[in-house]
């Protein structure tokens, strides 16, 4: 039964998320507390629910702001491919895309990196000090940087997909991007 401990933690952790995402400020923080959670299972495996909850609630003040800059990041994508879509012809389409995936780009792999540095920061750090730990996250991993919002884009499924995104969806994609970001020795400190 030891082998079931793993994907019901996911399965917890993941169900403890989605209660908080659909309050907007709760993203960013459901997003830190699953990736605290799952990051760290032997700790807090058999308690990934009320775990990831309780984080979640505690981490509302902090990551709220960022829960906000997440959600305008997603309007202004959506608004701008509906905008593209709707009023732009040809090589002007291309061009004006051309123009916004950079910084669309830096704004998703700078979310990501700040998702990681507040789970490995714990939850009584400032919000300074994970901005500053995200900021020195990208400069000090450029490439993997660079390459986040590509995974993000490939764990898309997960979260796009309903049965995926109920069972493990919410809980697997921070879970392998906190790996992809350190790999070798866990959440850095």
């Not at 209660?19 to 760290?40: F, H």
């Not at 959600?71 to 608004?79: D, H, N």
């Amino acid at each position: 039964m030891r082998f079931l401990a793993m994907p019901a933690a996911f399965f917890a952790a993941n169900w403890a998320a989605l209660l908080m995402i659909p309050t907007v400020l709760g993203t960013v923080p459901a997003l830190v507390a699953t990736t605290r959670t799952t990051t760290d299972l032997p700790e807090h495996g058999d308690r990934a629910f009320c775990e990831t909850l309780t984080a979640s609630v505690r981490l509302l003040r902090r990551d709220g702001p960022a829960s906000l800059v997440l959600w305008a990041v997603i309007i202004l994508l959506a608004g701008d491919i509906a905008i593209l879509t709707l009023l732009v012809e040809g090589g002007t389409r291309v061009l004006l895309v051309g123009m916004a995936l950079p910084p669309l780009w830096v704004a998703v792999s700078v979310l990501s990196a700040y998702v990681v540095a507040a789970a490995s920061q714990g939850i009584d750090a400032g919000r300074r000090d994970v901005v500053r730990a995200a900021i020195t996250l990208v400069l000090r991993r450029p490439g993997r940087a660079l390459l986040a919002p590509a995974m993000i884009v490939a764990l898309a499924p997960l979260w796009l997909l309903a049965p995926l995104t109920i069972a493990i969806g919410v809980s697997l994609p921070p879970h392998v991007l906190a790996r992809f970001w350190t790999p070798s020795k866990g959440l850095p400190a």
